[in-house]
């Protein structure tokens, strides 16, 4: 099981908690980036991200949730980025999306709001790397995390191929097992863990779970 954790709600400032992350076990550090048309919400520019993320040890794990996400592509391109994932539900033509990012040579990743059946990206499964599973609606951090989403995950774990299965929101010591349980592979997790005083000691928490 691996985690990757979110910096958006944290307890100090954001080059403090990204050095944190850094520091600890955390297998990638998740970069939302929001435009707040997709989701009504907005957090960094792309500007400020490229500013603070430059020096990064750890792989990002890079989540766009907005409109027209290939035009985000050249800045995390030049990141240390591993996955770059886009919504199904923010594109026209999926497809062409994923042969763009495939393109940067970048591990592709589609991430599914709470109400997107599985259905619709199936066709898609076998040429992408990741599936996001959203655990709340995106764009606010601090949600509990929607129950009906472990259906998801157990449905999306017995088509499993190649890609890895994550789950973002709502994630704690308290849901990472059930969700672990019905396959998930990748933990990501934003206020358990920076809000806390200890990242490592949550971050193996949940790991050891």
Do not use: C, W
């Not at 949730?65 to 999926?94: C, I, Q, R």
């Not at 995950?153 to 349980?181: C, H, Q, R």
Request: glycine share 6%; aromatic share 10%.
């Amino acid at each position: 099981m691996k985690v990757s954790v979110t910096y958006l709600i944290k307890i100090f400032d954001i080059d403090k908690t990204i050095s944190l992350i850094e520091e600890s076990s955390a297998d990638y550090i998740h970069v939302d980036f929001m435009d707040n048309k997709f989701v009504h919400n907005t957090n960094y520019e792309i500007e400020e991200l490229k500013e603070f993320l430059s020096n990064t040890k750890k792989k990002l794990d890079v989540h766009i949730m907005a409109y027209n996400p290939l035009d985000y592509l050249e800045v995390f391109k030049e990141l240390n980025t591993e996955y770059f994932t886009f919504h199904y539900e923010a594109v026209d033509d999926v497809a062409s999306t994923i042969k763009e990012i495939k393109k940067a040579n970048l591990k592709v990743g589609i991430a599914l709001n709470p109400d997107t059946s599985i259905d619709r990206i199936k066709p898609y499964l076998g040429s992408i790397d990741l599936v996001l599973i959203m655990g709340v609606v995106p764009g606010y951090g601090g949600q509990e995390f929607i129950q009906d989403n472990l259906d998801k995950i157990k449905e999306l774990s017995k088509l499993k191929g190649n890609f890895k299965i994550a789950v973002d929101g709502g994630v704690n010591d308290s849901t990472a097992k059930s969700i672990k349980g019905n396959g998930a592979d990748i933990l990501v997790v934003g206020s358990y863990i920076v809000k806390s005083d200890d990242y490592n000691e949550r971050i193996n928490k949940l790991k050891n779970i």
